[in-house]
């Protein structure tokens, strides 16, 4: 059974930063792309940032030099590195793995920025 469980999130100040983690079981982690969502109230779930297993990266526009993702494989873990916080970062912010045509989520953590 595959399972993903993110942990990190919490309330922050504006300009203030947290480091998300993703730590999965019952893959194989090396050969799956892993990704971070978000879903602010009443929006909907967005790509945040997404790194496949050979390291190719991609943001979204609107975190692109704030947020670093990495994955150290050895750990089966997924990072999401958020720095320059502001409150428009404010969501549910959730880890995916898609294992064939099935997507994989995790329960989400929640990241607050507020002074």
């Known amino acids: 059974q595959v399972q993903l469980v993110e942990s990190g999130g919490g309330l922050v100040q504006p300009g203030g930063s947290l480091r998300l983690s993703c730590t999965a079981s019952g893959i194989i982690f090396s050969v799956y792309a892993m990704a971070w969502y978000r879903q602010a109230p009443g929006k909907q779930r967005e790509l945040v940032a997404a790194i496949t297993s050979g390291g190719s990266i991609n943001y979204a526009d609107s975190v692109k030099g704030r947020f670093t993702i990495s994955r150290d494989n050895a750990k089966n873990t997924v990072y999401l590195q958020m720095n320059s916080l502001n409150p428009e970062d404010t969501a549910d912010y959730y880890c995916?793995?898609?294992?064939?045509?099935?997507?994989?989520w995790g329960q989400g953590t929640q990241v607050t920025v507020s002074s």
């Open positions: 995916n793995v898609r294992i064939g045509l099935r997507g994989i």
